[in-house]
């Protein structure tokens, strides 16, 4: 069957630019998908998703005009129910038949199949294929009905009574097989061969389309449209690097865009033919932190600031023009007057704020609401400082404690700055640039702006030790305050961040290899809340169990098996900066010749062992062993326990682990001959200590009865 190539188009008024991209490969997705599952799709068909701010469309190659008639095998009833005993058809399945548009006679064409237990009548029906008009339209309802739109409209059509909820108001619809028009509807809008193009300089109006192959072109050409999103990306970065590199002439240094893909997407959805234009401010703007004016021309303008060889910011900037003027100086003019007030303000802000010092502000983050079951952002300063002081102290560094507790005390006071009322997300950025106009300890400055790191996964950490501790103090207050009041993540809601938290703290102790112990940590924390004593138990076991999922997914992510997570985890390591070596002792126990062997030996001796009750010592009373298996056992295990045990206290867990092989035969003898329940009570007791023993050398590392397959 021959096949012709497919456009669609909605042509609309501007889409919100941060959700285009999304709503267009959506929008080509699925109605190309329904396409394919209707049969309309040949094998060879491909599509393109084209998106733009006033348009979202799909081109689709090798569409059929209808889709081919196909055979279907449809049940019809048991056997029991459609045959009578002498093999006719019974009146229910002539009525069935009937239903189908069929007579009596369609009986002889029944077939007859097993049907899990019971026999059923079947009959291969001939289902006659869809044709585009029809497919189409179903394809297009779906794409509209399913689109991720952020937030719906509603608004009234032309006829003045009906109303339509979509993402912007729609004012045409193209569908074209190949030049010819598939009538289809939409949004009150029926399917022709005409769009718009560029608001302003587009050639002709309406851009006529010649056929579904000559969309792009024509709007490019005709219409002064790049449709594509992507191409039209590409266009920007081509453009702002050319610009960046002429703007470098006769400069000591080169000059380059500042890189963020989310500014570049945002612009990109905001122009139909970009052109790039350089502007400039007064180098007096400069003596402002670069982060406030960076912010401000990216959130604020969606400007692109040039920085230098250094990555310092310059007083040159690049502008995504929507328009292309032969003179654009007005452009670059009226933009530049724009910018000039923001920049200004962001420079009175730094100014004021210099006024106060960080100490004086403190008293204010007794005003700030920080939980109203957890008191103020002044109480929890406190709480973070003697957490700091806390964990400065176990790790034995006085000096330390001194500037983690200022930096804990100062670490909040930039959120009650003008600077930061106006751009929050420079919180512990202006902090850090305060303390440094102050003259305080650099250690001290950079851990009030790193105290919130890492902020996300994959983040950096903290710089300094004392932006460690303080960050970590920081992390466990949120954590730890907020269980005790009851408020943990369920399911995928946690309004509080707790499982980023979380990971933020097993991330600090893990990489920076810190030596605390984590049940003692959360206790000192927890004692800085008024929690019941009651609670308190439960409280850090559910923490400890909260944690210890994130560490779990955490580490299967980083390529882990889950057996080998388990069985480290399984243990409740306590030094957690300790895990990674004991899950790089188990990977290399585990390839091992030996390892399933005794992996298998140590899940049956815990198996053994948990069937008794009360406590089994691991003592073993020499005169009492009489098999030569159980001596030969007791013998290897006499060797090879302290020097596993050296090991293991020395910190080479995979050593430690390796040195178990030489166990694996005097396990197995010992499981082929000797029965550990014997008659005589003494006896078996001893061979239970001995059980034990072996129990405690193997699972010193991780539980190796988790590898058992």
Known sequence: MSTKNLLVELFVEELPPKALNKLGEAFASVLFETLKSQGLAADTAAVTAYASPRRLAVHATNILAVAPNKTSTQKLMPVSVGMDASGNATPALIKRLNSMGLTEASVANLTKQMDGKNEALFLDVMQKGISLKDGLQIALNDAITKLPIPKVMTYQLADGWSNVNFVRPAHSLVALHGNDVVAVTALGLTAGNQTQGHRFEASVSPVILKNADTYAEQLKTE?????SFTERRAEIVCQLNATAQNASTGLSTSLKPIEDDALLDEVTALVERPNVLLGQFEEVYLEVPQECLILTMKANQKYFPLLDANDKLTNKFLIVSNISPD????????????????????????????????????SSLDKVVYHNKLGSQGQRTERVSAIAIAISLQLGDAELAAKAGLAAQLAKTDLITDMVGEFPELQGIMGRYYAQHEGLDDEVAFAIEDHYKPRFAGDELARNQVGVVVALADKLETLVGLFSIGEKPTGDKDPFGLRRQALGIIRMLIECKLPLTFSSLIQDVLSQFNAESSTQAATIQAIKEFCFDRLSVNLREQGASPQEVDAVLSLNPEILSDIPQRLAAVRTFSALDEAPALAAANKRVGNILKKIEGEVKSEVNVSLLQEPAEIALNTALGKVKPEADKLFEGGDYTAALKSLAALKAPVDAFFDSVMVNADDPALNANRLGLLASLHQAMNRVADLSKLAS
């Open 223 to 227: 219409g002064a449209v790049i449709a």
């Open 327 to 362: 003179d654009a100086s007005a452009v670059i003019g009226g933009n530049e007057r724009v910018v000039r007030p923001r920049l200004a303000d962001a420079k009175f802000f730094f100014d004021q704020d210099r006024k106060k010092s960080l100490e004086s502000r403190i």
